[in-house]
Nanobody, 124 residues
Framework: QVQLVESGGGLVQAGGSLRLSCAAS????????MGWFRQAPGKERTFVAA????????DYADSVKGRFTVSRDNAKNTVYLQMNSLKPEDTAIYYC?????????????????WGQGTQVTVSS
């Protein structure tokens, strides 16, 4: 089992940047694929980005491709989401998630563990 804690959210103007972090407990962090999802008010939670266990593979939603970068540091049990050129439509609660056994598309993994979320608000 793994516990996830997100941080780094906040209020930023359009065009600005934020870096989200997700710290994981446990000694097997490198065994998990890690994903980032977001949920805007009144909308369903959607996939944002994901990274494989070793960091060798990544996947991005079309809406964030070229602006967001997912990375991980397995020595620090942490996954990051660097968000640049932020837009008001990026406003949402951002969640990180961990997947134990997925071998297919990272965005389609059945993520097993979720953090509590961190709010990102982008003003116009």
């Amino acid at each position: 089992q793994v516990q996830l804690v997100e941080s780094g959210g906040g209020l930023v103007q359009a065009g600005g940047s934020l870096r989200l972090s997700c710290a994981a407990s446990g000694r097997t962090f490198s065994s998990y694929n890690m994903g980032w999802f977001r949920q805007a008010p009144g909308k369903e939670r959607t996939f944002v980005a994901a990274i494989s266990r070793s960091g060798g593979s990544t996947d991005y939603a079309d809406s964030v491709k070229g602006r967001f970068t997912v990375s991980r540091d397995n020595a620090k049990n942490t996954v990051y989401l660097q968000m640049n050129s932020l837009k008001p439509e990026d406003t949402a609660i951002y969640y990180c998630a961990a997947d134990w056994d997925c071998v297919g598309s990272l965005r389609l993994c059945g993520y097993d563990y979720w953090g509590q979320g961190t709010q990102v608000t982008v003003s116009s």
